[in-house]
């Protein structure tokens, strides 16, 4: 039999119920902070992940389609990252790249070393041509962009504006990453400006040069046109009929030759300006180069003779108007450079792909060493001082040939004359 507390006589203290709704009050507002502190860390973490997703994404869609190459590597100089840009620029895969090959692989060894030196210089020490190069300015965190020419794939040249940066973690230096700028369209925009300023600098030294050669070489025929003009008013006499002719003779002998020195300073002016453009045709050679040579009959020496034979097709299809510049000053020279009674030849041959055209004079001949400059601007070979000349005739001939798409070549031997060769592709009417 159990005999309770009660009746032992044992007392018992009963909980105040006062104090355990307290308690449990307390247990309950504890609780429910704790699990408020957890929903909010939840959200915060929420929020984090969120934003950090974001911050993925932003930074892989400037990854992906970033238009410039983004290179990362290791302080050890291995590939980490090869952005799909670097892949379409430079020709690698990005698999073959990875935690294989060093950007050193895309650089010039020639570039580098010449880049070292001048880092070794700004830096007051020795820069060794390789990884060193390329990272020892971002080490120092100083500026480090610079033009480089990357080495594509299949070897050809990208020029680009290299900008590498270290990456750093607690001060200490974990990888390196390139930023490159493809500046090709930069760069062909210098060379055309260059391009420009130096057509710009030959058209000034070909006005220059016009100012000083026309007032030397026109001051002649000039002054043998007034003088004539002042004789033949003095020969009135029907006697005088054979001096006042030599005196004509000579005054349209001036004026060929002001006429012959205009239109080769027009002639170069226009092609140095670009303003040459063909008109191509279909017509007879032989015509043409005929019709020439019987207009210049006049500017021959006493018994000099032009002799003129076509071979070939009889028709060819090309410009007709440069064709006939071009046999104009070849054949004017001939005349000018032979002595008095030389056969000077031309001859002209064709069929449906070109047109050659042979002039052979018997001339004071041309040196070696003045062909390798013949057909410059305002060359005059050594031996013709003595002879009246702008240095622009052969310079045009080649020009006007060159436009065409062909070719010229000369053959001489000093005293014994000299022999041109134009060779001018037919074209399709």
């Known amino acids: 039999m159990t005999i309770s507390n009660k009746e032992k006589g044992v007392g018992v203290n009963e909980p105040d119920p006062a104090v355990i709704e307290q308690l449990l009050a307390a247990r309950t507002k504890e609780l429910t902070d704790t699990i408020e ?15 950090l997703q974001r911050m993925n994404s932003f930074l892989s869609s400037i990854w992906n389609n970033a238009d410039a190459i983004i290179i990362v590597f290791s302080p050890e100089g291995f590939i980490r990252w090869f952005n799909p840009t670097a892949e379409r620029l430079l020709g690698y895969r990005a698999v073959d790249m990875i935690e294989i090959a060093s950007p050193l692989l895309f ?35 100083l500026p480090n962009e610079y033009e480089w020419n990357y080495i594509r794939r299949d070897g050809t040249k990208l020029p680009v504006s290299l900008t590498i940066s270290a990456i750093r973690d607690a001060n200490q230096i974990t990888g390196y990453v390139g930023i490159a700028i493809d500046i090709s369209e930069k760069k062909k925009a210098e060379a055309d400006l260059r391009e420009a300023l130096e057509k710009e600098k030959d058209l000034n ?41 030599k005196h004509i003779q000579r005054i349209v002998s001036s004026v060929n030759l002001l006429t012959d020195l205009l239109n080769d300073f027009l002639s170069v002016g226009k092609i140095e300006e670009g303003k040459i453009q063909l008109r191509n045709s279909t017509f007879e050679p032989s015509k043409i180069i005929g019709s020439v040579i019987s207009e210049m009959q006049g500017l021959r020496k006493p018994s000099q003779q032009v002799y003129y034979a076509h071979h070939g097709t009889p028709t060819v299809s090309l ?19 032979s002595p008095d009674g030389a056969i000077i030849s031309v001859r002209s041959e064709s069929n449906h792909q070109h047109l050659q055209l042979s002039v052979k004079d018997k001339g004071i001949g041309i040196s070696e060493e003045d062909r390798q400059h013949l057909f410059e601007r305002f060359f005059r070979g050594s031996n013709a001082s003595h002879i009246q000349g702008t240095g622009l005739g052969l310079h ?34």
């Open 319 to 337: 410009d007709p108007g440069l064709l006939k510049h071009i046999v104009m000053n070849l054949v004017s020279n001939a005349i000018k450079f």
């Open 205 to 245: 030294e070909l006005k220059s040069r016009f100012v000083s050669l026309a007032s030397h070489e026109f001051r002649t025929p000039l002054s043998t046109i007034l003088s004539s003009v002042y004789l033949i008013a003095q020969y009135q006499q029907t006697e005088d009929q054979q001096k006042r002719d």
């Open 107 to 141: 650089h010039d060894p020639e570039e580098l070393e010449n880049r070292a030196v001048e880092f070794s210089l700004q830096l007051q020490q020795t820069v060794e041509p390789g990884l060193e190069t390329l990272t020892i300015k971002a080490k120092r965190n």
């Open 37 to 51: 502190q957890l929903k909010n860390r939840i959200r915060e973490d929420e929020a984090k992940d969120n934003a």
């Open 396 to 429: 045009i001939v080649s020009r006007y040939t060159e436009i065409m798409g062909g070719s010229i070549t000369c053959k001489s031997s000093m005293e014994e004359g000299s022999e041109f060769l134009v060779t001018i592709p037919c074209v399709e009417i």
